[in-house]
């Protein structure tokens, strides 16, 4: 293990993903004035003929004229801090690029131009690159290793020497912080950041302080890795497999904006694996031949069960196969509605609506009983006859619990009765 030198750890990650599929390249050869050249000067951070090239590919039904419009919105940061920039870019990439053009018939037409095909891995480029090297202001810097997808930068990863007791993973998190402020261009579409030394590896995102970089214990969701092998190996391949990483960049990241501070945050492994094991039994016991019980996910406590339930509520209100059901989120206390509630509030741009919170018997009823699918916020004791109905106030009871409750195949009229 000692011989294992940054330079060394750095190869073996580029092996790894080679083996995922990922075309590797080194940044020197790619580098500005070099014949292979993919970038006109070290300020560009996007392989910008690679993702007009995949533009066309994934967006055939769109002119040229389109095409155009989405990539000068790709290249636009207007606002003023790395977050906002950041969060503006996410919405492009998993909501896609309105752009107007006209069509034959000269008719003005709105249209989505997709970047990425989330649905079809394998109709994307996957494609690292080390010694990436970026220039801003009067700053140089060369990150390890940089992860393009259809020519974006998505993800960083900063390596460090095992054999060094100064070059510590702290110390690949510390030269993040001195990337996102002397290069934040390349942080502008980042989806998530890696710091390794081989050994230890642990994954953050943008604004993840040192406490909230974590390990990716599991690579299938099947088991944990045994205590002794290199985390790296189970980072690469347990998050950057192709499926995997498209589908957390898509449904497992979310910009929790209280008001006053954006922070973003993306699932760890067990949110990940769970949710998806849980979306899964929930779509067939939805089905027509389903036994409607789509079951039950334990959590200990602080391992993130409110942002698990924001991850299920996205999946499930964009699955086709649920028909855009309404969602209703119980829980049997006030306080804990109210903070439930909250949570989903600020990433309510994962569920692509606004969730709204019962403040009655009556205003439960006439939620539920809409045309369109929703989100939907109320305690227990709304369903209980007056003369039974408990209190949910905090002293009420010494524990608490929460559950979703989907009723996906029934009608509007028999949700509302239920209440």
């Not at 391992?303 to 989120?329: C, D, R, W």
């Not at 741009?349 to 916020?377: D, K, M, W, Y």
Request: include cysteine; aromatic fraction near 8%; glycine fraction near 6%.
């Amino acid at each position: 293990m000692a011989k294992l030198t940054e330079s060394v750890v750095e190869d073996v990650a580029l092996d790894w993903l080679k083996g995922l599929g990922y075309e590797i390249l080194s940044g020197l050869a790619i580098a500005p004035g070099e014949p292979a050249a993919e970038r006109s000067d070290y300020k560009q951070v996007f392989l910008f003929d690679r993702l007009q090239t995949k533009l066309e590919d994934l967006n055939p039904q769109i002119p040229l004229e389109g095409l155009e419009e989405a990539l000068r919105k790709v290249r636009l940061t207007s606002h003023p801090t790395l977050i906002e920039n950041n969060r503006a870019f996410h919405r492009l990439l998993v909501e896609g690029v309105d752009a107007e053009f006209r069509n034959s018939e000269g008719q003005i037409v709105h249209d989505k131009v997709w970047l990425i095909d989330f649905a079809n891995p394998e109709a994307n480029e996957f494609l690292a690159v080390n010694q990436f090297t970026v220039e801003e202001g009067h700053f140089n810097r060369r990150p390890d290793v940089v992860v393009f997808i259809n020519g974006i930068p998505l993800a960083v990863l900063e390596l460090k020497n095992i054999a060094d007791e100064q070059a510590t993973i702290r110390k690949a998190f510390d030269q993040f912080q001195t990337y996102k402020a002397q290069i934040p261009s390349l942080f502008n579409s980042n989806a998530l950041l890696v710091i390794s030394d081989g050994q230890e590896a642990r994954l953050g995102t943008v604004t993840s302080d040192w406490e909230r970089f974590m390990m990716w214990r599991t690579i299938t969701g099947q088991e944990l890795i045994p205590p002794g092998l290199l985390q790296l190996e189970t980072m690469l391949k347990g998050v950057f497999d192709k499926t995997r990483l498209l589908d957390l960049v898509r449904n497992f990241i979310v910009f929790e904006d209280d008001g006053e501070k954006v922070t973003k945050k993306i699932a760890g492994y067990h949110q990940f694996h769970a949710v998806n094991k849980a979306v899964a039994k929930t779509v067939e016991a939805t089905s027509a031949t389903g036994d409607r019980r789509a079951g039950v996910v334990w959590h200990t406590q602080g391992s993130g069960k409110s942002l698990s339930m924001v991850f299920y509520a996205g999946k499930i209100v964009q699955h086709p196969a649920m028909e855009n059901p309404t969602i209703v989120v119980l829980t049997d206390r006030n306080d804990l509605d109210d903070q439930l509630f909250d949570t989903f509030s600020f990433c309510s741009s994962l569920l692509r609506q606004i969730p709204v919170q019962a403040e009655s018997r009556e205003h439960l009823r006439t939620l539920l009983n809409v045309a369109s699918g929703s989100v939907v916020f109320t305690t227990i004791q709304k369903f209980f006859p007056d003369e039974i109905c408990p209190r949910s106030d905090s002293s009420a009871r010494s524990t608490h619990s929460a559950e979703i409750w989907l009723p996906a195949r029934q009608t509007r009229e028999s949700n509302a009765n239920r209440a």
